[in-house]
Structures are given as C-alpha cells and as structure tokens.
C-alpha cells in the first residue's frame, strides 16, 4: 500500500507540473501569432488599391478591427506607400478624427497618395484569460477523474487484496479455524467465497482424516489385543507337546486341531487387518444431480483445448449429442480430468480425442489417445489403488488416479473400463442418463 501511496503522489505531482507549465506558455504566449496582422494589413491595402476604399470589407479579418482615411490638410513628404508607424493598443472608432491617437496600436500606409490608418488588434480576437481558464478546468477534471480512479483501485481492489495476501500463508499453517469475512465486492465477493469454501473444506479433510487414523489405530489394537488370547493358546499347546504331556495318539490330534483353529483364529484377525488396510482412504464426496452432458463437455474443452494446442496435439471433442446425465458436475469433470492427464502423460502426443455414444439408456465418454504402449495383461489393474503399468517407469504418479476415476463413477451409479484398439489407448466412462 505504501508503494501505491507512492505512486499517487507522483501522479498528482505530474499533474501540477503540467497545469503550472500550461499555465505559463498560456500567459507568456505571443497571442499575436507573430506578425500576422501585417498579412491581413497588405492585403486590405491592395483591395484598397485596385477597388478603392468603400469596397474593403474586414469580415473576414482577424487581427484588424477598422480602417481611417486621412481627410485633414497633413502632408508629409518623408511618407511612402511602405511607411509603417506603430503606437499603443487603443481601440479607435472609425469615425474619431485623431488620426494619430498615441493610445491605439495601429498601422499608417499611404495609399494612391492617401493616408489610411489600420487599427489591429494582437491577440487576433482571443481572450487569453478565457484560453488560461478552460484548459485550467479541463486539467482540474483530469485531475479529478485521476484522484477519483485511483482512490477506486485503492479502496476497491488494492485494499481488499492486502487482507487476502496472509490467507495463503494461514491455510499452509493450517489456520484453518477462521473465516473470512464475505464482501459483495464485486471483484473479490466470489474469490473470497471459493476461498472460504476451500478453507471449510480443508478443515473437513482434516477432520476426516483424524477421525480415520483414529479409527484404523483403534481397530488395531483391538485386533492385536484379540491375537494376544489365541496366540497364548498355541504357544501353551506347543509347550505341552513339545515336554511331551500328550502321549495318548488321540490327545494329540485333538491338540493338533485345537491349535490349527488357533491359527485359523489368527489369520481371520491378519484377514481383518488387511481389509482395513485396503479400504477406501480417501473421503471422496458427491452430490448426485442432474446436468446437461454438453455443460460437461464445454468445460473439458475450455480446460484442454489451449493447453494441448500449445504443445502441438491434435484435440477433438464431440458435441453430437446432448442429453440430461445423473451425477456429480464437478466430480465428473474431475474424472474426465483425470482420463485426459493420463492420455497426455502416457500417449506419445499426436492425437487426443473424446468421443460420444449412447447405449442402454447410458451415455459412455470415451478418452483415446495415440501411441498406446501397454501391455494387454496389466489393464484388469488399472482401477487398482497404487498400481503403475509398465509403461509408467519414466513418469511421476501415485498410481491412484484412474483409481480415484472408478471410485468416483460407482458413487454416481456409474462405470469406468479400458480397452486397447488399433494402437489407441480408450478410457471409457458410463454415465447413467437422468
């Protein structure tokens, strides 16, 4: 904001300047243009000439403002036709008979041997002071817009701002307690409510999270604590047996089989522990609805269009069919995402497209891409959590997000599948038709 400050004052500074530096030129000026009169002055005197006096008209002069002929007896020898003679400005009447009124700024010419006063004025009919006034006001407007604009990015844009700048920091902290205060501003109102909305839901995440460890730390126990008893049983039957307290041949099968239940006992604990390990870790959301297929597919292609232009893939998306689908917008977009990532990522470049079908009361969105280098036998564990294929050595991943995609799809009474044809690689999502 101090730098803002800054720059305001330089900006205000400049405007002075230029009002002063205006101000100057416009009162220091030759409003006179030079000597212009003397244009208009031999002008009238060659009309004066050739058509004589009562024939000169000065409507269309600027500087000079009447005309005087001599009539007195004065005659003076030294006059010739190019004898000028200046006094003051004074604005004489035609009709005044002193012919050489010292007050007046005029010119004398002799004419066909007659005497002819030109009275002119310098600043060619224009008041300096009106001139000196309006571009006063004119800089005072600009002015006025200036302070005005300024104080506009201030208060409505700069300000806001600077309360935004900590919120990233807070949130990598894991401030995740305190809401923004909500502004109907109409540059940062919907900033600030996506911002709130990632923050509520950052804090869910987070909730969710610890409530899961919580959970799994929980079971885990209880699953060890559970092994403890049957763990005891076999290693008191195995003690037994091996101080050999069983002789009976019956006796110790019956202690062969209480120890094999044992261990069944075990494993279904060990069974339990990976299930757990196996279940869904992440809290994936969706509010089932319904929206247009081509609402889906205008954002993907706002999303991938530039980007894949940019780096030279030929990109399609159909747009032949339309039709209301059942789900999660925002999760689907999320999906088709994903199935593009993965086209760009593991595809060798040349071509992108999204196809469209229908079948059996489903829409199918189908993501192919060229230069396919999977092996036929790893696609059954695409959709598995933490799995890569073969060809996924050089690249960076989690192995979870076609994961993610199948996960998201059941939960909006969907499907996903994959399949290889003539070299393309096909991701396909179902979605069911509203």
């Given at each position: 904001?101090?730098?803002?400050?800054?720059?305001?004052?330089?900006?205000?500074?400049?405007?002075?300047?230029?009002?002063?530096?205006?101000?100057?030129?416009?009162?220091?000026?030759?409003?006179?243009?030079?000597?212009?009169?003397?244009v208009?002055?031999?002008r009238?005197?060659?009309?004066?000439?050739?058509?004589?006096?009562?024939?000169?008209?000065?409507?269309?002069?600027?500087?000079?403002?009447?005309?005087?002929?001599?009539?007195g007896?004065?005659y003076?020898?030294?006059?010739?036709?190019?004898?000028?003679?200046?006094?003051?400005?004074?604005?004489?009447?035609?009709?005044?008979?002193?012919?050489?009124d010292?007050?007046?700024?005029?010119?004398?010419?002799?004419?066909?041997?007659?005497?002819?006063?030109?009275?002119?004025?310098?600043?060619?009919?224009?008041?300096?002071?009106?001139?000196?006034i309006?571009?006063?006001?004119?800089?005072?407007?600009?002015?006025?817009?200036?302070v005005?604009?300024?104080?506009?990015?201030?208060?409505?844009?700069?300000?806001?701002?600077?309360?935004?700048?900590?919120?990233?920091?807070?949130?990598?902290?894991?401030?995740?307690?305190?809401?923004?205060?909500?502004?109907?501003?109409?540059?940062?109102?919907?900033?600030?409510w996506?911002?709130?909305?990632?923050?509520?839901?950052?804090?869910?995440?987070?909730?969710?999270?610890?409530a899961?460890?919580?959970?799994?730390?929980?079971?885990?126990?209880?699953?060890?604590?559970?092994?403890?008893?049957?763990?005891?049983?076999?290693?008191?039957?195995?003690?037994?047996?091996?101080?050999?307290?069983?002789?009976?041949?019956?006796?110790?099968?019956?202690?062969?089989?209480?120890?094999?239940?044992?261990?069944?006992?075990?494993?279904?604990?060990?069974?339990?522990?990976?299930?757990?390990?196996?279940?869904?870790?992440?809290?994936?959301?969706?509010?089932?609805?319904?929206?247009?297929?081509?609402?889906?597919?205008?954002?993907?292609?706002?999303?991938?269009?530039?980007?894949?232009?940019?780096?030279?893939?030929?990109?399609?998306?159909?747009?032949?069919?339309?039709?209301?689908?059942?789900?999660?917008?925002?999760?689907?977009?999320?999906?088709?995402?994903?199935?593009?990532?993965?086209?760009?990522?593991?595809?060798?470049?040349?071509?992108?497209?999204?196809?469209?079908?229908?079948?059996?009361?489903?829409?199918?969105?189908?993501?192919?891409?060229s230069?396919?280098?999977?092996?036929?036998?790893?696609?059954?564990?695409?959709f598995?959590?933490?799995?890569?294929?073969?060809?996924?050595?050089?690249?960076?991943?989690?192995?979870?997000?076609?994961?993610?995609?199948?996960?998201?799809?059941?939960?909006?009474?969907?499907?996903?599948f994959?399949?290889?044809?003539?070299?393309?690689?096909?991701?396909?999502?179902?979605?069911?038709?509203?």
């Amino acid at each position: 904001m101090k730098a803002f400050n800054r720059i305001f004052a330089a900006v205000m500074a400049v405007i002075l300047m230029l009002a002063a530096a205006a101000n100057i030129l416009l009162l220091t000026a030759d409003h006179g243009g030079g000597r212009a009169y003397r244009v208009e002055i031999e002008r009238l005197a060659r009309a004066i000439e050739e058509s004589g006096f009562e024939s000169v008209s000065l409507a269309d002069c600027k500087f000079v403002t009447h005309i005087i002929r001599y009539d007195g007896d004065f005659y003076d020898t030294d006059l010739g036709d190019t004898d000028l003679y200046n006094a003051d400005l004074c604005d004489v009447d035609r009709y005044d008979t002193d012919f050489y009124d010292t007050d007046s700024d005029y010119v004398i010419r002799k004419i066909s041997g007659e005497l002819y006063r030109f009275g002119y004025q310098t600043n060619g009919g224009a008041d300096p002071t009106r001139a000196v006034i309006i571009v006063n006001v004119m800089l005072g407007m600009m002015a006025a817009v200036t302070v005005v604009l300024m104080l506009y990015l201030k208060y409505q844009i700069l300000k806001p701002f600077e309360q935004l700048k900590e919120v990233p920091y807070e949130l990598s902290k894991g401030n995740l307690t305190v809401p923004m205060k909500e502004t109907k501003n109409r540059f940062f109102g919907r900033f600030i409510w996506g911002v709130n909305v990632l923050r509520e839901n950052m804090e869910q995440q987070k909730e969710r999270e610890l409530a899961l460890q919580r959970d799994k730390k929980v079971l885990l126990l209880s699953l060890s604590h559970d092994i403890k008893t049957p763990l005891s049983a076999i290693k008191l039957y195995a003690k037994a047996l091996s101080k050999g307290l069983y002789e009976d041949r019956e006796k110790q099968t019956d202690i062969a089989d209480h120890i094999n239940a044992k261990a069944d006992e075990i494993e279904g604990y060990v069974s339990q522990i990976v299930t757990a390990s196996r279940e869904d870790f992440l809290s994936l959301e969706v509010n089932n609805a319904e929206f247009y297929l081509s609402v889906l597919m205008k954002k993907i292609k706002q999303y991938y269009a530039e980007k894949l232009a940019l780096i030279g893939t030929d990109f399609s998306v159909s747009d032949d069919i339309d039709c209301l689908i059942n789900g999660d917008l925002d999760r689907s977009v999320e999906v088709l995402q994903n199935m593009v990532e993965n086209a760009v990522k593991y595809g060798d470049g040349r071509r992108i497209a999204i196809g469209l079908s229908e079948e059996d009361g489903c829409t199918l969105i189908t993501v192919s891409n060229s230069g396919c280098t999977l092996d036929e036998s790893d696609i059954p564990n695409m959709f598995n959590s933490f799995w890569r294929g073969t060809n996924a050595a050089k690249e960076k991943g989690s192995g979870l997000g076609l994961y993610i995609c199948r996960q998201l799809m059941h939960k909006m009474n969907g499907e996903i599948f994959a399949e290889i044809k003539d070299g393309f690689m096909c991701v396909t999502a179902v979605f069911a038709k509203a």
